[in-house]
């Protein structure tokens, strides 16, 4: 209906707009990008369509013209919180994290209650290592519209203040990613001497790697097995009441280690397929989640990875799932790629192949923080922008000791990249 509705080219700003607006909350913003450029040249001191095309070509990775076009916006108008907010986004996504920042703040100030400005300041400020301010924006996340409330329907809570609990009891629930689960989960044990009675709540992939925190608390999977709880807590808010980053982040590392008769298992079958020493076995997972909002700039095709494949005395283990996984199959090159993926029924099964593994490399995904829990030696390939956990400058991380970091050069730009993680792997280090 919308491309039937397109076809007639439309000729006024206004129709181009609600176009734009449209073919976005179908998830369709590649698609929209034409009417967006068609409503600044049909209207070029329209504000609102200036600061819809800069947040389109952010979103199709052109990064220069997104900032042109959002300074061009500001000026036309700056009063309008969102133009602030979309030249906001362009700026952090080039890095120009001052200038982004100041934007991000200008839009909160003309809108204080703008749920999205402040989460992306909150990204920003983390980002920049600005811990205190950062993690307190970060909880404007549960306020954004498109975000599901965390408690089901009917279900109201009071959120932890952070104050000891002695005879209450607290609900934790494991929320957004599976990455975030396994980075945050950490803090249940430490948890526990404040709040003695612990409910926890993680989806069934996460639950076995969550309950390896403590055996003390309650652990549940589905709604109706929650029982009596005072307050809840997001697992995500968990850095915020602990100070993380201006104090210290808790490094008991391993915290989430494989079960033992299946890592016996899984290296017996790796040792079958390809015997390990004098080789080397280095798992790869070179994708995330396609309806990730980044993925496209977080994550390769497999053909990307040619310098690992290059390798020699080394056996490539893909720990790949999801669509990109499909790619195995045209897969040719020196080093033999063996593909566990589809065996991968959770994270408990992804644990028990990796302790079998030498050293994983991967995109910014779910197996970064898994392997970096597990004290695994990993290499994280990052896009010029980062995920704010990464900061920025750095090769290391403060979360996981066993994970070195190799950041794009340019935006969208992943040459140099792989061939440094190869360099690195041929001698050692």
């Known amino acids: 209906m919308l491309h039937a509705f397109a076809a007639i080219a439309p000729t006024d700003t206004a129709t181009c707009n609600e176009l734009v607006a449209a073919f976005s909350r179908c998830g369709l913003s590649a698609q929209s990008l034409p009417y967006a450029q068609r409503a600044v040249d049909l209207h070029p001191r329209d504000s609102v369509a200036r600061s819809n095309l800069c947040e389109l070509l952010r979103r199709a990775g052109h990064m220069d013209d997104a900032v042109a076009q959002g300074r061009h916006a ?58 205190p301010e950062g993690w307190q924006e970060y909880e404007w996340r549960y306020a954004m519209p498109h975000v599901k409330p965390l408690l089901p329907p009917g279900r109201a809570l009071p959120v932890w203040d952070g104050q000891p609990l002695p005879d209450r009891t607290l609900l934790v629930i494991c929320d957004q990613g599976y990455g975030d689960v396994m980075q945050f989960c950490r803090y249940i044990e430490h948890l526990l001497a404040h709040c003695p009675k612990l409910v926890i709540a993680a989806s069934p992939p996460v639950l076995p790697l969550v309950r390896q925190q403590s055996p003390l608390p309650r652990y549940f999977s589905h709604w109706q097995d929650m029982g009596h709880v005072d307050c809840h807590i997001p697992l995500t ?68 990875l040619a310098p690992l494949a290059a390798l020699p005395d080394t056996t490539l283990v893909s720990l790949q799932v999801g669509p990109a996984r499909d790619q195995v199959q045209q897969y040719r090159a020196r ?77 969208c730009d992943w040459s140099g990249v792989v061939e440094a993680v190869a360099r690195d792997l041929m001698r050692g280090s």
């Open 335 to 411: 080093a033999p790629l063996l593909d566990v993926g589809g065996l991968l029924t959770d994270y408990a099964e992804t644990a028990a192949v990796m302790a079998g593994l030498d050293h994983v490399v991967c995109v910014d995904t779910s197996v970064a923080h898994l392997a970096g829990a597990m004290g695994v030696p990993v290499s994280v390939l990052l896009p010029y922008a980062p995920d704010w956990r990464w900061m920025l400058g750095r090769a290391d991380s403060p979360w996981y000791p066993s994970l070195r970091l190799y950041r794009q050069a340019r935006p």
């Open 237 to 304: 808010s968990l850095p915020r009441i602990f100070a993380a980053g201006a104090g210290p982040i808790p490094l008991r590392i391993p915290y989430i280690q494989a079960d033992a008769a299946r890592a016996a298992w899984w290296r017996a079958r790796l040792d079958q397929a390809a015997p390990a020493a004098p080789r080397r076995r280095v798992g790869v997972a070179w994708a995330g989640r396609p309806e990730h909002d980044n993925d496209a700039r977080r994550s390769l095709t497999l053909a990307q």
């Open 74 to 131: 500001v000026e036309l108008d700056p009063a309008r919180a969102a133009n602030h907010y979309h030249l906001g986004m362009a700026y952090a996504e080039t890095l120009r994290m001052n200038e982004a920042i100041a934007h991000l703040r200008r839009a909160i100030a003309l809108e204080p209650r703008f749920a999205q400005a402040h989460f992306e300041l909150s990204e920003a400020l983390l980002l920049t290592a600005q811990f």
